[in-house]
C-alpha cells in the first residue's frame, strides 16, 4: 500500500484479538505471569464443574446396571408372590441367586418384599405397589447416599 499511497490506512484490530490478548499477554504488557494464572483460573473452574459432573455419570452408569441385572430377580419376585399368594423368606426361597453379573448383589426385606440391589458401593431400592388392576410394579429409589442426580432414568 505505501507504494500507491504515501499516508495509508493503518488496519483495523479484529475484536477478538482483544479477547486473545487477555488471555495471552506478552511480556512488557502486564507479564506473562497473569496469562499463567488466567490458564489456571479457567482450568480450575472447568475442573470444579467436570470432575463432579463426571462422577455422578459414573455412579449412574453403575446403577443402570445394577437395575437391568435385577430384573430377572424383580420378576421372579412378583412370579414367586403370585403363585403362593404370600412374600418369600428370603431370594433363596423365591430361587433367586442373591448375586448378579457385573458385581450386583441383591437383599430381600420380606416385609413389604423391598429388594435392595448394591453395585460398587452404591444401592437402589425398590418397593413393589399395586396398581389398579391388581398388578405389581416397582417403585425405585436411591439408597444411603445417592443423589438425586446419580439416579439412573427408570429411577427418576
Not at 36 to 45: D, K, N, P, S
Not at 87 to 97: H, Q, Y
Request: positive net charge; contains cysteine; proline residues 9%.
Amino acid at each position: 500500500m505505501r507504494v500507491l499511497h504515501e499516508q495509508p490506512e493503518i488496519p483495523g484490530r479484529n475484536p477478538f484479538a482483544y479477547v486473545l490478548a487477555a488471555f495471552v499477554p506478552y511480556a512488557g504488557k502486564l507479564g506473562s505471569g497473569l496469562g499463567v494464572l488466567l490458564y489456571a483460573y479457567v482450568i480450575g473452574v472447568l475442573a470444579a464443574i467436570a470432575i463432579p459432573a463426571y462422577q455422578d455419570y459414573t455412579v449412574r452408569s453403575n446403577l443402570t446396571v445394577a437395575v437391568n441385572d435385577s430384573q430377572h430377580a424383580r420378576d421372579g419376585l412378583v412370579s414367586y408372590y403370585l403363585a403362593n399368594k404370600q412374600v418369600p423368606e428370603s431370594l433363596s426361597a423365591a430361587g433367586i441367586d442373591q448375586s448378579a453379573p457385573h458385581g450386583v448383589t441383591m437383599s430381600l426385606n420380606p416385609k413389604g418384599m423391598v429388594l435392595t440391589v448394591t453395585s460398587k458401593g452404591h444401592s437402589l431400592v425398590f418397593t413393589p405397589k399395586r396398581d389398579s388392576q391388581g398388578n405389581i410394579t416397582w417403585a425405585c429409589s436411591g439408597g444411603p447416599g445417592v443423589r438425586p442426580a446419580q439416579l439412573p432414568p427408570p429411577c427418576r
